[in-house]
């Protein structure tokens, strides 16, 4: 059984930083793929960035050049660093997890957190 927890969420202004963090529990540390994922209002649930196994990572090219993604497989751990946080970064990150790398960046992985609010003000 699988279950995700994010935290680290909260408000910083314009040009802060945050470092979000999911423990992945019941989840084979080192095997399958992790994600981030950003939701707003009325918008669609949109990768933000992943990392497969062998430490294979996709950004999302609005956070590409500002955001970090990060895996501590000793502690099933995964992270997002995220820097030089715009407005537009305003919004619910999701934790995300499947066996399949596919499945998980077109945004239908098997297991999803739920969720850990970011604000972002001018």
């Known amino acids: 059984q699988i279950k995700l927890v994010e935290s680290g969420g909260g408000s910083v202004q314009a040009g802060g930083s945050l470092t979000l963090s999911c423990e992945a529990s019941?989840?084979?540390?080192?095997?399958?793929?992790l994600g981030w994922f950003h939701q707003v209002p009325g918008k669609e649930r949109e990768g933000v960035a992943a990392?497969?196994?062998?430490?294979?990572?996709n950004y999302e090219d609005h956070v590409k050049d500002r955001f970090t993604i990060s895996r501590d497989k000793t502690k099933n751990i995964l992270y997002l660093q995220m820097n030089d946080l715009k407005p537009e970064d305003t919004g619910t990150y999701y934790c995300?997890?499947?066996?399949?790398?596919?499945?998980?960046?077109?945004?239908?992985?098997?297991?999803w957190g739920q969720g850990t609010q970011v604000t972002v003000s001018s």
């Open positions: 995300a997890a499947d066996e399949r790398w596919v499945r998980l960046w077109a945004g239908a992985p098997s297991y």
């Open positions: 019941g989840y084979n540390s080192g095997s399958g793929s």
């Open positions: 990392i497969d196994e062998n430490g294979g990572i």
